[in-house]
Each structure stands twice: as C-alpha cells, then as structure tokens.
C-alpha cells in the first residue's frame, strides 16, 4: 500500500469483547466506513474523523492511522519495506519515535530485533532525505511507530493517541481493584445509557456497584456531553507531520461547546451500592423518563451478591424501572443466572485487569424479538421460584426449589450446634458441612471477643464435580448466602464466602495459585486494627476473614490445642512446627511453657502469630519466633544441642513454595524422615504431637519403628462433636522415641 494523505485508513483498538460497542460508537461520531474486527474497529475518512475518535471515543485504547503494508519474510524485507515509506512526509522533523512490533515470523522470532530494523531503516531514511537523524524515545516518543507482522506480512501504522485512551481523569490515580475508565463505559453502552442521554429529558441511572467510583464519572460525563479527551494535554499526532491542526482546533472547540450547552443536563446518576434509594433518589425516580440499571460485581465477594441481586429486585418492582435495561459486569456467570425475571441474551466475554468476566444484559421481554425468545426457550434463566420461610416474618427468596430443603437441614443442625456449643462453652464452631450433597459448603459461625462484639459466617463452597451444570452450582451457592445469615442471625455483610479446590494429596485445601494454606504466602504483616477477636479455651485470637482463604484459626484443632496445653503441664520447653498463626504456641504458653519457639516460613503468619501471643500477655525473650523453611530448620537443629520437652507439628499435605528452592513436600512421601527429624530434638521423655489433613494418611509404622520410633493414633479423640459428621478431617499422633 502507497502512504497518501488523502484517503487515509485508521483503526481504533480495544479490547476482546469491546469491538461490536466501540463500532456503534464510532457510527454515532458520524465517522465513516466503520467495519469491526478482531480486537480493533476499522475505519476510513480524514484526519478530522481520527481526532473525533481520539477526543469522544470512551471505548477504544488508541487510534492509529495506517502508513503501509508489505510482504515481510526476514529481516531484510522488514527493513527494504520500511524504508520505502516516506518517513520524511509521516514524521514531523525533529519529533522523537519509538517503535513497537507485534507477531512474529519463522525468521524474525524476536520483537525487540525487529522493532531494531524497523528503526534503523526509519533512521537511514529521514537521514538519506532530511539530513537529520530522529532522536529515540521509548517513554515519550512524539511519535509512535506501530508494526503488526502476521502470517509474512507487515502492516506499519501511527498511533495517533498517544498514551492510551482510557488514561483520562482520575484513571491514572485509580486504587488498585478500580474499575478501568473503558471497561465502565462499555456496561454503560451495554445499558443504553449514551442513547438515553441524547434521546431523554430526563434519563436516570442506578449504580448497584458496591464500589463507586469510575462508573459514576464516566456516566456523568456522558450526560454533560463532555469528551472524555477534552482536558488532555498531549496527543501522538502532534508528531505527525500530516497533522492539520485547523482541523483539530476545529473539532476540539466544538467539544468544548457541546459541554457548555449541556453542562445542567437533566437527569440523576444514583449510586446506591448496597443501601437502596433515599427520599432524595426517590424523588429524582419520580421525574425519570428512562432508566436503566448498571453495575460493577468484579471485587464484589461471592457472599455479598445475593445483596445487590436483592437490590436490583426492589428497582425492577419500581415503575420507573420495569422496563430498564440491566448490565453488569461479574466474574463467572452467578449475577446472569440470578438477574430478576428478564430474559437472557448472549453473554460478553472480557478480561478486566487479565481476569475473566461476563458482561450480562437483561432487556424487557418485549424488546426481545422472536428468534432471541426462542434461542432462550432452550436454555431458560434461573428466577427466583419459589420463597422460604425461616421464621423472621420475611420469606426469602430462591432460585432453586430444592433449596427450601437446605434450609430446614440448616435450621435444624442450628439448634442443635446452638445447645451443644452453650454446654460446652464454645463460640466458635462448624454449623453446617454439606449435609446434603447437593449443598456441598462448610459453614463455619464466629462470635466475636467482648473487645469486638459481633457474628460473622466463613462459608467454603466445596468445588463442583464437572458433571453439575455450573450456573445451577451458582444458583444454589446463591441461595445458601442469602438463607445463611437469616438462619443463623449474622448481617450478610459479615457473611464470606470461599471456593475450596482439593489440592494434590487430599484434603488439604488451598487456592488455586497456592499450594499450601497452612503455609500461606508472604503479605503485609497481619494489624490487629479493625480485624476482629475471638475467644476459645480461655484465649483470645485474631481473625481475618477477608484476606486469606483460612481465617487464622482451624476449627477441627480446637480439642489438639486443648491436648497441647494439657500435655504442657510440668513441662518447660515447647516447640511449634509449621506455625501458621501459632495457636497452638498460645495453648502452649498457658500451659505453663517457660520458652516457646515458633517456626514458620511465612513473615505474615509468623507477625500474627507474635501478636496473638502478645493478645493473651505472653510476650518476652523466652518466646521466640524463626522463619525458616521447617525441613531445613529441623535438619540444623538436629546439628544442635537445643532440644524441646512437647513438639507440636501440623505440617501442609503438600507445599511447593519458591521459598524452598527446588525441593517439593508431600505429607505422605515425606512424613518418616520429618518425624525422624522431630525425634532427634526432644528432649528426654519428650513427646510431639503430630498432626496432617491428608485424609488417606497411612503411617509407615514399620519403617518408623525400625528408626526407633513409636507412634500412636489418637484422631477419634481430637474430632471435635461438631465436626462428626467429618470423622477424617484430619489425623493426629502421638510420637515418642522408642
């Protein structure tokens, strides 16, 4: 292709999932021949067409303006390509470039390389023609240089924008976890709300989002009409030498006259999170001529969803909203399958922040045409079905009609732990473990510590064999965190929710980037402000429900920690072996240990567990904490005259931490040598307990014996009566030198 100012070629890039909106976009700019590709949107016209795209588009990332293709083999084809080009006609003289390439051929593998020959060849030909070099600025170039090489063809444009476009406003000083600027544009197109701001006098937007924040100013700033590029103060044409700047001003001025002209727009945007509508809101619905409802689930935690799907129930009964339509942007399809009574068009899939998502539309009914109706016939949405009665005088509603039964089971075993718990002095313990198999989570009740009174529900949702439909997996874990709290008297907003994945081994639960729970990963150090405090045994420990998939107490351990402090009484010194929390420390020290030695490879664990010693008064240089990698800790201590009287060791079922270098621990594999190790640092009559969740844990008794080492199995009388139903929750040991 010959470079000619006067047809010019552009395209706007963006993201997967974006490129059907950015098209109506770009359509609604009255820029011309808009044809959407992959990842990008065509386009052809003027200069002026280009700015318009770079000042009004919310959606694209940038705007380029194609120079040339060519065929482009090997590196020498890139360069004779390039250089053909009239750099001296594309460059303003004296602008600084950088070069950026994309793909690859069986002969230029290597981005970097290529990107050196297409410099060099853009270099040699401002050289040969101007008698100037170009200077390079890869930070802030004056002009951007973008090379697509794919399938031996190179196709080499300018990008116009500059720093990409979703940079604007506040976006470059947005928190971690914000919504991006263009992702909160495409739910508000995905909702109409730029076609209601141009066509109502008086549009209104709900913001369910419990976050607020960049989708609020993004729909402010389309009601005013104001370009989301008016206030930038550098763009990548100025070092186009076909810039025409009349043209620019031009379009630029008539930007800033539109906002003027629209600057008191009439029309409300509600940010309403969690917390429904106000008199004033309420107000500002009654004058609505259209509405339309949007929102932002993605930080949004599994167990405070059946609040805001509530929330949309209540606008959807609203008059002002029956016919609204409804986008969200959710991970996984759970806010889809729950949305209110409206039917369910084909689903968006993007990636915000490289995660996956679903951006879900709901429309009226009679918006859909026949085919879509029928398309839905087949694959139905979940609506709530029926309601259940849990006895607060307010039914509750659910998607599936089997989980009336999930309720009954749950009120039931409710009052039983509730008795159990007063007799024996408990506050914390297991309610519920997937009594029935269809409602296959944990849940967990904590009261809180007099210091920081209150209820909170840690509910671990266990993964679902392949064979269950998902969105049906969803629906009933939705229904589990809306009955839950109601059952059990706990504000949904202190119910948290979490998906456990079996890891290699058992039942040793981890994340899915993590392959040890109990030996965590590094963070900040654990701060005892705002986390709350719970009691057990006498002791007080920190909790944290938020931040880590376990809290920072094992429930099923709470007769072990009971068994250590037992076992403590007449003894001085003790040892705690994969820490965590160090629990079992504080058992330890109440039991009358003179000097505690905590080891842990995690700093966060190791921070938290100084601070509960600290919590319960033991504090002072005979209590002391290492990090270290356990098994390499034991083998140097076994070097050492230091010996322990009580060792507690409640090891991972397997841990492949970059920490330990190359080196794997697996429980089974691996438990003789560690506790051959452990052995060797007791102490004359010493004795260690130790403890593992690797359900199908089997001792090497022969192989440990003929190490001179005796051990006993004392697991049924370390299952606590609330986790009964679960006698294999985890398995523990007396060990002894023989």
């Given at each position: ?60 990332s940038r705007v380029l303006v ?143 989002s419990p976050q607020t924040g ?223 198999p269809d409602y296959a989570v ?297």
């Open positions: 292709m010959t470079y000619e100012s006067a047809a010019m070629e552009f395209y706007a890039t963006c993201p997967t999932g974006f490129e059907t909106q950015l098209a109506r976009e770009l359509r609604s700019l009255d820029i011309p021949r808009v044809r959407p590709l992959k990842g990008r949107v065509a386009f052809e016209g003027e200069a002026r067409n280009a700015y318009r795209a770079c000042l009004w588009s919310r959606l694209a194609v120079l040339g293709r060519f065929s482009c083999h090997d590196a020498d084809e890139l360069y004779e390509g390039t250089y053909r080009l009239p750099w001296e006609d594309i460059v303003r003289l004296r602008a600084t470039i950088a070069v950026n390439v994309s793909g690859a051929t069986p002969q230029l593998k290597n981005t970097h390389y290529s990107a050196l020959c297409v410099k060099d060849a853009i270099v040699d030909r401002m050289i040969d023609e101007t008698g100037r070099r170009p200077d390079v600025d890869t930070k802030h170039p004056d002009a951007r240089i973008a090379v697509s090489i794919q399938r031996d063809r190179a196709s080499v444009s300018l990008d116009l924008s500059g720093e990409p476009l979703f940079k604007r406003g506040a976006a470059a000083r947005r928190d971690a976890g914000d919504l991006r600027p263009d992702y909160a544009a495409l739910v508000l197109a995905a909702a109409s709300w730029p076609e209601l701001c141009r066509t109502s006098t008086h549009p209104v937007l709900a913001d369910v960049v989708l609020g100013r993004e729909a402010h700033d389309e009601l005013h009409r104001r370009a989301p590029g008016l206030d930038r103060s550098h763009w990548g044409f100025e070092g186009w030498a076909q810039h025409d700047a009349g043209a620019w001003i031009a379009e630029r001025e008539a930007a800033r006259e539109r906002a003027q002209r629209h600057r008191d727009a009439s029309g409300h945007i509600l940010a309403l999170g969690e917390h429904g509508t106000s008199s004033n809101e309420d107000a500002a619905l009654a004058h609505a001529n259209a509405c339309a409802i949007v929102g932002n689930l993605l930080p949004l935690s599994t167990s405070r969803l059946p609040l805001t799907l509530n929330l949309i129930t209540q606008l959807c009964a609203a008059p002002g909203f029956k016919d609204a339509p409804i986008a969200l942007l959710s991970t996984g399809g759970a806010a889809p399958c729950a949305l209110p009574g409206r039917p369910r068009p084909a689903t968006t899939a993007v990636r915000p922040g490289n995660e996956e998502a679903t951006l879900a539309i709901y429309v009226p009914a009679d918006t859909l045409t026949d085919q879509a109706n029928d398309a839905h016939a087949t694959s139905p949405a979940l609506q709530a079905s029926t309601t259940v009665d849990v006895g607060s005088g307010k039914p509750v509603p659910v998607l599936v009609p089997a989980s009336e039964q999930f309720a009954h089971r749950l009120q039931k075993v409710a009052r039983l732990r509730r008795r159990w718990a007063k007799r024996e002095g408990v506050s914390c313990y297991r309610v519920y473990d997937a009594d029935l944990a849940i967990d009740l904590f009261v809180g510590a007099p210091e920081t009174p209150g209820r909170w529900l840690q509910i671990a949702e266990y993964a679902a064999p392949k064979t269950i439909d998902p969105a049906l997996a969803q629906a009933r874990m939705l229904d589990i965190l809306s009955l839950a709290p109601r059952i059990l008297d706990v504000d949904p907003a202190c119910a948290h929710a979490k998906t456990r994945m079996r890891s290699r081994g058992g039942s040793q639960y981890a994340k899915k980037s993590t392959a040890s729970v109990r030996e965590g990963g590094t963070g900040s150090a654990v701060a005892t402000g705002g986390l709350p405090h719970i009691n057990e045994g006498g002791l007080t420990f920190i909790v944290n429900f938020d931040d880590y998939l376990d809290c920072g107490i094992f429930l099923d351990h709470r007769v072990t920690r009971s068994l250590v402090r037992e076992h403590m009484h007449g003894k001085q010194r003790f040892l705690n072996l994969f820490a965590y929390t160090g629990t079992a420390t504080c058992y330890a020290a109440d039991g009358g240990a003179q000097h505690t030695t905590t080891v842990d490879l995690s700093n966060t664990y190791l921070d938290w567990a100084r601070r509960n010693m600290q919590l319960n008064g033991f504090t002072g240089r005979n209590h002391t904490f290492e990090r270290a990698d356990v098994l390499s800790w034991i083998r140097e201590q076994g070097r050492s005259t230091r010996r322990w009287d009580l060792i507690f060791c409640d090891p991972p079922t397997f841990s492949n931490s970059t920490k330990m270098g190359q080196r794997t621990f697996d429980v089974q594999r691996d438990h003789v040598e560690l506790l051959c190790g452990v052995a060797k640092l007791l102490a004359a009559g010493g004795e260690a307990i130790f403890s593992c969740n690797l359900r199908s844990f089997k001792p090497d008794v022969d192989a440990l014996a003929c190490a001179g080492i005796a051990i006993e199995d004392i697991t049924a009388a370390t299952i606590p009566e609330d986790y009964a139903r679960n006698k294999r929750i985890h398995c523990c040991y007396i060990v002894r030198n023989a």
